[in-house]
């Protein structure tokens, strides 16, 4: 059986967190899937982003959305990478909108379409924000298992770590929510200002908080728990969303643009994509912790949506990227820091 997954450390009450991550070499790929929506800057270094089949590779400055209810995977692929993540949940940015348009379209666009950096000018300005608010975590080392996170800390360590009203971490000043809420939101409306729309967000411009609140329940249920892990079923999610299985059908689908059923195999799917990584446990005990009736049942539905086995899926994502190392200037070689002033 597999080791059972910690709940990630933020509970529904704190409505943001902040990570100041740094990577001391390069690492195979991870992914992850929670609640909170993120937005993750590479603040030096370079990191491959993975959804789906789309791969990014990003620089200092380069952010990446992800929505709550979007797996996601990140390789480090350089030496002294530094990392800025914020964890929020959609409260936190409350009705922001730019041009009429809902904060919550730039992540609920199809990743190919979101927006991002188109040149160093705008990654400089974006970096410059995203040092400021890096600067708003305390200045520490923290373990992970501090946090209470289950990971593997080899070759990387926490430089900074907040989570808002949590007053056994840290004490924060008064207005620090304020502060990081007004820099979160400038990014946004950077990104937003060189944004086409991302076609497929056009049709759900109209995403509200209490849309996301109204399926809340049903969205917890699927993510990472206990393991093995069980299917959950439309009627069991509108029960949990005290919603008739109709409404429900259709609420969830107009919010999130595919069926629960489709959503819900989805995120199986990539608890299993995980334990491919993180674990040496054969693809049929992982068919049977994410919930598939035997490894050719997961074989066949990984395939389809990842492209390919989950043996090649495994053997591709623990390999350590093996990039050039970009040109340096001479009189800059040396420890980048992580957060230079």
């Known amino acids: 059986m597999l080791a059972r997954t910690v709940e990630a450390p933020y509970i529904p009450e704190k409505r943001v967190s902040i990570y100041v991550n740094r990577y001391l070499h390069v690492m195979p790929l991870d992914t992850d899937m929670h609640q909170a929506f993120e937005i993750s800057m590479v603040l030096s270094g370079r990191i491959e982003r993975h959804c789906d089949e789309l791969v990014l590779d990003c620089l200092p400055g380069d952010l990446s959305l992800n929505p ?3 797996p996601h995977g990140w390789r480090v692929a350089e030496p002294e990478t530094g990392e800025l993540v914020l964890h929020f949940l959609p409260e936190f940015l409350g009705d922001a909108i730019f041009d009429n348009t809902s904060w919550l379209s730039l992540f609920a666009a199809d990743p190919r379409h979101r927006p991002r950096a188109v040149n160093q000018e705008m990654r400089a300005q974006m970096l410059a924000i ?46 620090w929510e304020m502060d990081v ?152 070689r040396g420890r980048r820091p992580l957060n230079p002033k």
Not at 148 to 167: I, N, Y
Not at 264 to 290: K, Y
């Open 130 to 175: 995203g040092r400021e608010l890096a600067s708003t975590a305390p200045g520490r080392t923290l373990p992970f298992s501090e946090a209470g996170m289950a990971l593997d800390t080899l070759g990387q360590e926490v430089l900074g770590f907040v989570r808002e009203l949590d007053p056994g971490n840290v004490e924060l000043p008064p207005a």
């Open 68 to 70: 709550g209810w979007e």
């Open 181 to 332: 809420r007004l820099g979160v939101l400038k990014l946004l409306l950077i990104l937003y200002k060189e944004w086409d729309g991302g076609g497929t967000a056009a049709g759900k411009a109209s995403l509200h908080p209490c849309h996301l609140s109204q399926i809340a329940p049903a969205l917890k249920l699927t993510m990472r728990g206990p393991v093995p892990l069980r299917r959950i079923n439309m009627a069991e999610a509108a029960y949990a969303c005290s919603l008739s299985v109709a409404h429900f059908g259709a609420l969830f689908r107009r919010v999130m643009g595919l069926s629960f059923g489709k959503f819900e195999m989805r995120n199986r799917l990539a608890n299993a994509a995980h334990w491919l990584l993180t674990t040496d446990s054969t693809v049929e005990t992982i068919a049977h912790e994410a919930g598939f009736v035997d490894s050719s049942h997961l074989s066949r539905s990984f395939s389809r949506y990842y492209s390919k086995t989950p043996a090649r899926y495994r053997e591709e994502g623990r390999r350590v990227p093996q990039h050039p190392p970009r040109h340096i200037p001479a009189k800059s």
